[in-house]
């Protein structure tokens, strides 16, 4: 090492000491306050004491110490001999079907039914007596039968007319028989009728020296035997079928008689999806009257098809009718077609369809309608062609329903009523039937409504539009029909019935004129109040409008009416 180098390492050593010097030097004097410090704090702190005296000794009491510790229990099962393996199972398994033990409802007791009713009432305004009986027998799976009889009368001399007194007698008889596969039935019907052709005037000087009860009085007589066989196969596989025969008899007091055989067969038969029907129809009736004798022969032929899918449903088929009439042979033929589809689950239902058929004028059906008219009268079929109709129906509620449609008929030879204004009596109180080719656009609406067994409601109109081809108008045709029938039950305690009839004009030819007959409003209600379950009373009001209007032409109707009375279960 060189003088220079060791000549500045010595110099470097004398500065190092020299700054410990002066650390150190500044430590002691540090430290010299400090001390200072605490001596005069302590000072202070002395002169600041202060000794306060007391009674109360401060004592802290015993720690009590516990001395459990802490275990842990383990809450799992340890699972010794464990082995491990695997199970084959099939692929497809052998499902074994196991028997299950039926459901049991238990035995809730029936309804007692009772075997008769008996009703009877009282008009005092005309006079009106009023009876009706029904009868049959208990329960039974094997049979049914029983008895209905009915009279209502009256003996009502109505202003400015004849004697209008009525009188209506009706006595069936009913039975069952129930088989495994069938059921067979029958009855017989006794129809008594008396009326009287009251639409003359009273005051009227060439009727005073008359006999005027045997010239107004008439009566019918009806029996009608009927009988049925029906099977009921529930193998879609099995042909159903439906045999209906039944006769009557109708006479008059005049010694004119009608008798009717008629045989009605209707057979089904399901064909992959589709249902096949056969309706095949005979009707044979004899007419005797004084000046005539009538043999009319009808045969019917109609076979159809139905099918349906989830939303829509069809029937589509064929009618053929042949008709011997006096001897002269006729042939038809009436397309059956009839579609509707379920738009929107119930609620919106359009319907279409076309149909037609062979109307039978019959004594039977015509005295039914009118019994007014002549015994002696002229006979026709009404040949209806067609009717096209236009539809729409379904569900507003649960509760409610409506069916609205259009209607387009034609007609050959359709009836008609007119007075008879050559009666050599002069007394023009009995009608005659004319007719004549006429078509008919109709439209009608239902609204159903019903809440359980407690509230019915049913509002129905119809109006009609005829044109005839000969005649001027259509004679004793209404031109709307608006009905309102209703149903109140009131905890099976009272119950209120009301009947509403809003009947529009109609044309009849009078002597010498069309004249219009005006429409009319007719209106009944009915109260009953059960007082047991065995006897009850009633009340009922007619024409509560208490109009006097014409159904038809001369014939005034009863003014307001009614009737008081009771029913009761005699066994």
Same mark, same amino acid.
């Given at each position: =090492?060189?003088?220079?180098?060791?000549?500045?390492?010595?110099?470097?050593?004398?500065?190092?000491?020299?700054?410990?010097?002066?650390?150190? #030097?500044?430590?002691?004097?540090?430290?010299?306050?400090?001390?200072?410090?605490?001596?005069?704090?302590?000072?202070?702190?002395?002169?600041?004491?202060?000794?306060?005296?007391?009674?109360?000794?401060?004592?802290? &009491?015993?720690?009590?110490?516990?001395?459990?510790?802490?275990?842990?229990?383990?809450?799992? +099962?340890?699972?010794?001999?464990?082995?491990?393996?695997?199970?084959?199972?099939?692929?497809?398994?052998?499902?074994?079907?196991?028997?299950?033990?039926?459901?049991?409802?238990?035995?809730?007791?029936?309804?007692?039914?009772?075997?008769?009713?008996?009703?009877?009432? #009282?008009?005092?305004?005309?006079?009106?007596?009023?009876?009706?009986?029904?009868?049959?027998?208990?329960?039974?799976?094997?049979?049914?039968?029983?008895?209905?009889?009915?009279?209502?009368?009256?003996?009502?001399?109505? $202003?400015?007319?004849?004697?209008?007194?009525?009188?209506?007698?009706?006595?069936?008889?009913?039975?069952?028989?129930?088989?495994?596969?069938?059921?067979?039935?029958?009855?017989?019907?006794?129809?008594?009728?008396?009326?009287?052709?009251?639409?003359?005037?009273?005051?009227?000087?060439?009727?005073?020296?008359?006999?005027?009860?045997?010239?107004? *009085?008439?009566?019918?007589?009806?029996?009608?035997?009927?009988? &049925?066989?029906?099977?009921?196969?529930?193998?879609?596989?099995?042909?159903?079928?439906?045999?209906?025969?039944?006769?009557?008899?109708?006479?008059?007091? +005049?010694?004119?008689?009608?008798?009717?055989?008629?045989?009605?067969?209707?057979?089904?038969?399901?064909?992959?999806?589709?249902?096949?029907?056969?309706?095949?129809?005979?009707? #044979?009736?004899?007419?005797?009257?004084?000046?005539?004798?009538?043999?009319?022969?009808?045969?019917?032929?109609?076979?159809?098809?139905?099918?349906?899918?989830?939303?829509?449903?069809?029937?589509?088929?064929?009618?053929?009718?042949?008709?011997?009439?006096?001897?002269?042979?006729?042939?038809?033929?009436?397309?059956?077609?009839?579609?509707?589809?379920?738009?929107?689950?119930?609620?919106?239902?359009?319907?279409?369809?076309?149909?037609?058929?062979?109307?039978?004028?019959?004594?039977?059906?015509?005295?039914?309608?009118?019994?007014?008219?002549?015994?002696?009268?002229?006979?026709?079929?009404?040949?209806?062609? #067609?009717?096209?109709?236009?539809?729409?129906?379904?569900?507003?509620?649960?509760?409610?329903?409506?069916?609205?449609?259009?209607?387009?008929?034609?007609?050959?030879?359709?009836?008609?009523?007119?007075?008879?204004?050559?009666?050599?009596? &002069? =007394?023009?109180?009995?009608?005659?039937?004319? @007719?004549?080719?006429?078509?008919?656009?109709?439209?009608?609406?239902?609204?159903?409504?019903?809440?359980?067994?407690?509230?019915?409601?049913?509002?129905?109109? /119809?109006?009609?539009?005829?044109?005839?081809?000969?005649? *001027?108008?259509?004679?004793?045709?209404?031109?709307?029909?608006?009905?309102?029938?209703?149903?109140?039950?009131?905890?099976?305690?009272?119950?209120?019935?009301?009947?509403?009839?809003?009947?529009?004009?109609?044309?009849?030819?009078?002597?010498?004129?069309?004249?219009?007959?005006?429409? @009319?409003? /007719?209106?009944?209600?009915?109260? $009953?109040?059960?007082?047991?379950?065995?006897?009850?009373?009633?009340?009922?009001?007619?024409?509560?409008?208490?109009?006097? @209007?014409?159904?038809? $032409?001369?014939?005034?109707?009863?003014?307001?009416? =009614?009737?008081?009375?009771?029913?009761?279960?005699?066994?």
């Amino acid at each position: =090492m060189n003088t220079a180098n060791l000549l500045k390492e010595k110099i470097n050593n004398i500065k190092l000491l020299t700054q410990n010097k002066h650390i150190k #030097y500044q430590l002691t004097i540090i430290l010299s306050l400090f001390v200072g410090g605490v001596q005069l704090a302590q000072n202070v702190l002395n002169d600041l004491n202060f000794v306060a005296t007391s009674s109360f000794v401060p004592t802290i &009491k015993d720690a009590i110490k516990f001395i459990d510790l802490p275990e842990i229990k383990d809450s799992v +099962n340890r699972i010794s001999n464990i082995k491990y393996g695997i199970t084959s199972v099939p692929l497809f398994p052998k499902y074994e079907v196991q028997l299950i033990e039926e459901a049991k409802l238990a035995n809730e007791p029936l309804p007692k039914l009772y075997n008769s009713l008996l009703k009877l009432g #009282y008009g005092p305004i005309y006079t009106i007596p009023y009876g009706e009986f029904w009868i049959a027998n208990n329960r039974s799976r094997d049979n049914n039968y029983g008895a209905h009889f009915k009279h209502l009368s009256s003996s009502a001399q109505l $202003e400015g007319v004849g004697n209008s007194g009525y009188s209506n007698n009706n006595i069936d008889l009913f039975g069952k028989k129930f088989y495994k596969k069938h059921t067979l039935s029958g009855e017989i019907n006794y129809d008594r009728r008396v009326i009287h052709y009251y639409g003359f005037d009273i005051d009227s000087n060439d009727l005073k020296s008359k006999d005027l009860d045997a010239y107004t *009085k008439q009566r019918y007589q009806l029996i009608e035997p009927k009988l &049925k066989l029906q099977s009921h196969y529930t193998d879609s596989a099995h042909v159903n079928y439906s045999i209906l025969l039944n006769y009557y008899n109708l006479q008059n007091q +005049n010694q004119e008689s009608e008798n009717n055989i008629r045989l009605n067969t209707l057979s089904s038969l399901f064909i992959n999806k589709e249902k096949l029907n056969v309706n095949i129809l005979t009707d #044979y009736y004899n007419h005797k009257q004084s000046n005539d004798t009538i043999n009319d022969l009808i045969i019917s032929v109609n076979p159809s098809f139905e099918a349906k899918g989830s939303n829509w449903k069809a029937n589509v088929g064929l009618a053929g009718t042949i008709n011997n009439f006096n001897n002269k042979t006729l042939f038809y033929f009436y397309p059956q077609i009839n579609f509707n589809y379920d738009i929107y689950e119930n609620i919106i239902i359009p319907y279409a369809g076309v149909n037609g058929g062979l109307i039978k004028n019959s004594f039977k059906q015509l005295t039914t309608e009118n019994p007014f008219i002549d015994s002696t009268l002229s006979y026709a079929n009404t040949n209806n062609k #067609y009717n096209l109709f236009l539809g729409l129906k379904g569900n507003l509620s649960s509760n409610a329903s409506y069916d609205a449609r259009v209607t387009y008929s034609q007609f050959d030879s359709l009836h008609f009523f007119v007075v008879n204004y050559n009666d050599i009596n &002069k =007394m023009y109180n009995r009608f005659n039937v004319v @007719y004549d080719n006429a078509s008919l656009l109709n439209i009608s609406g239902q609204i159903n409504y019903q809440l359980n067994e407690k509230l019915k409601l049913i509002v129905k109109g /119809d109006y009609n539009l005829y044109k005839t081809k000969n005649l *001027k108008y259509a004679y004793h045709k209404p031109s709307f029909f608006l009905t309102f029938t209703g149903a109140y039950n009131l905890r099976n305690k009272i119950i209120v019935k009301a009947d509403l009839f809003f009947v529009g004009s109609q044309w009849a030819l009078s002597q010498n004129e069309n004249k219009q007959l005006n429409g @009319y409003f /007719d209106g009944n209600i009915e109260a $009953e109040y059960r007082y047991t379950k065995t006897l009850s009373f009633f009340a009922r009001f007619n024409n509560i409008a208490n109009q006097r @209007y014409y159904k038809w $032409e001369r014939l005034p109707s009863q003014r307001f009416n =009614m009737m008081i009375g009771l029913s009761f279960i005699p066994f």
